[in-house]
């Protein structure tokens, strides 16, 4: 495993993304850093620059400024519908089991559109650590559950925009010192915001924490050492303030009806061939993720070893190359359609 994260970095790139959420039944893609703002692809999830050249590079300081919503974050083109007390299923892209640890999620009040990420209150609304019965990480249990999170938005806040901020926190670099020479131990923050406008009647706005502010370097659930034995794991203290205690009944009345442009798809012809190019890159960031988790890419578990791994990348630069002269093409396409900036 160390050799393996330690000689290729591309893996960075290929894990703990979101490729889209569900609001109440209708699916806005999140934000492909890879492409979608070359394409000029509207997205309810917050735009923000990819640290140090990896799109979704953790953050791995709590007092960081990127920690709310990736660094130096902008707000999205458009914004999710859902009505309060509804679904939400949050789409993670592979995920990596050694990268144990919790996932969180947060709903943060936005007063007005050009409000900072450090100035909004968020309240957690879901979250899930170590399961001790089942002896499970919550990264471990999305692997389970198809790399899905399904939670429900509470009841009895106030309708209005909210940002929701969920996020993975990998553990595995606590300690664990495998290469001190580039500063990648410490905790592994990786964190998505999406626009969304909840709908209803409620009037309940609870007390929240900012980011940077509501996690702490020192708190147990975050500087959590996972190797020193794994009874210390039933101990685990999810970090930040407890979930929101209101309401979450289910939603009355009927979802609301949102148009394909409003999720932030392309007109259809072009989001064929735009999910037929992103399939292909997804399937080497899925096949990665698999195969450091001991998963073949035809679904096989893998002898001890990288071999395979190693083969398969060799095998990947072709495909690469053909990958890179096709998105030249969509690209042209988008401009001359007047999807992309020209
Ligand atoms: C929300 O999800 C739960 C569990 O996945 C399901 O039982 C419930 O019916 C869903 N609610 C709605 C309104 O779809």
Redesign the pocket.
């Known amino acids: 495993m160390k050799f393996i994260l330690a000689t290729l970095p591309v893996l960075v790139a290929a894990h703990s993304a979101v490729w889209k959420v569900t609001f109440d039944?209708t699916t806005y893609p999140a934000r492909d850093a890879r492409m979608d703002p070359e394409l000029g692809a509207k997205r309810a999830e917050w735009h923000f620059k990819n640290v140090q050249n990896f799109p979704w590079m953790a953050v791995r300081d709590v007092e960081d400024a990127s920690i709310t919503c990736g660094l130096d974050a902008t707000p999205p083109d458009l914004s999710a519908k859902a009505r309060a007390g509804?679904?939400v299923t949050v789409q993670w892209s592979g995920i990596i089991r050694m990268h144990l640890g919790p996932v969180l999620t947060y709903l943060g009040r936005l007063p007005t559109p050009d409000t900072k990420p450090l100035d909004i209150s968020f309240f957690k609304i879901n979250e899930a650590g170590f399961d001790k019965a089942r002896r499970k990480w919550a990264n471990e249990d999305l692997i389970e559950h198809g790399t899905a999170d399904?939670f429900?938005l509470p009841s009895d806040i106030k309708p209005g925009t909210y940002v929701l901020r969920t996020e993975l926190l990998a553990l595995h670099g606590n300690r664990m010192n495998y290469l001190p020479q580039d500063g990648y131990s410490g905790p592994q923050f990786y964190t998505h915001c999406f626009n969304v406008e909840i709908l209803g009647n409620g009037n309940v706005e609870p007390a929240g924490v900012k980011f940077p502010g509501g996690y702490k370097r020192d708190e147990p659930g975050v500087k959590f050492n996972l190797y020193k034995s794994e009874k210390d794991w039933d101990g685990y203290i999810i970090p930040g303030p407890p979930k929101y205690a209101g309401k979450y009944e289910?939603?009355t009345g009927e979802p609301p009806k949102v148009e394909p442009k409003d999720t932030g798809l392309f007109p259809p012809a072009f989001q064929a061939k735009y999910e037929a190019y992103k399939a292909k890159e997804d399937e080497y960031a899925i096949a990665s993720s698999n195969m450091v988790n001991g998963v073949d890419p035809t679904g096989k578990e893998m002898a001890k070893g990288s071999a395979s791994i190693a083969t398969y990348f060799q095998g990947r630069t072709k495909v690469q190359a053909a990958l890179k002269e096709e998105y030249k093409n969509l690209l042209a396409e988008a401009k001359a359609l007047g999807i992309a900036p020209k």
């Open positions: 039944g509804a679904n399904t429900q289910a939603p």
